[in-house]
């Protein structure tokens, strides 16, 4: 992945290097080219800080305009690391109470709609399946990871659409790595039942009762166990905590930061 320019938003672009670029657009934003002040600055896209909300809806404004939509064409969430999804398969001609569904994944068959989720730690993953054009958003934190949320929205794919796994394709998005995502028990008592991405293949002992947690290779190892193939799978060694220039990191800023943005959308004709 790249970090590619569209009007005034750095994102860095999904699926890039392939031949999507006609009928999807798809990246995840970085923290610059907003309105927001410290320590929200600038392109804080994040409904649920203490930044103000002007701040926010010029940022969002922002956000859409570059990519040619609306404001109101751009949906999240209220994520609340759990497994519940939002399928959008019909036309509708008001997106905004889905503002405040608890959700943390997003599918749907619509064209020209701006599918997303917020994060500054937590990952943001993308998936788009190019025959039977859907796609998916997906917020995976400690909690939704060890639920399998990823392989959930996968698995919606497949069963609402008519997906092929081995037509999807996806893209990990920038989160904390293990170097800098120190976990404890109850967090590891949390994987017990995730039998897709075994503990001591996902984290490594840093100290008595502690761990490093890779969140990217948890969830990559869901998506190949349910089916999509590890050369469709494309994800970037960027970590939020260290890279404080690009990102928002809710760790490493005590929880007083933005949010940033994985997006996806099927283009119109």
């Known amino acids: ?56 809806e010029g940022n969002r404004s922002l956000f859409t305009r570059a990519f040619g939509l609306e404001l109101g064409r751009l949906v999240t969430v209220q994520q609340n690391h759990g497994t519940d999804i939002l399928v959008i398969d019909a036309p509708n001609q008001d997106f905004a109470h889905f503002l405040g569904l608890e959700a943390d994944a997003i599918i749907t068959n619509q ?43 996968a698995q919606g794919m497949i069963s609402l659409f008519d997906c092929k796994a081995t037509d999807i394709v996806a893209a990990i998005g920038p989160s904390i790595k293990a170097c800098c995502y120190e976990v404890d028990q109850p967090v590891k008592d949390s994987f017990d039942d995730c039998k897709s991405s075994p503990w001591d293949c996902i984290a490594e002992s840093s100290s008595t009762g502690k761990w490093k947690l890779d969140l990217a290779l948890a969830n990559r190892m869901q998506l190949e ?25 809710y760790r490493r800023d005590n929880g007083e930061t933005g949010r940033q943005v994985g997006f996806i959308m099927l283009k119109g004709s």
């Open 1 to 56: 992945m790249e970090i590619l320019r569209k009007g005034r938003v750095h994102y860095l672009a999904a699926f890039n290097n392939r031949t999507f670029a006609p009928v999807v657009a798809a990246g995840f934003t970085t923290r610059h080219e907003g309105v927001s002040r410290t320590p929200y600055n600038s392109l804080n896209l994040g409904t649920n800080t203490d930044d103000a909300a002007h701040n926010v």
């Open 111 to 153: 064209t020209d709609l701006m599918i997303g989720v917020t994060v500054a730690d937590c990952l943001p993953l993308l998936l788009f399946d190019p025959v039977k054009q859907v796609v998916a958003s997906v917020h995976a934190g400690w909690q939704g990871t060890a639920a399998s949320i990823a392989a959930k929205a």
């Open 225 to 249: 166990d349910c089916g999509i193939l590890p050369a469709n799978i494309e994800a970037t060694d960027h970590c939020t905590c260290c890279q404080k220039d690009l990102y928002f990191s």
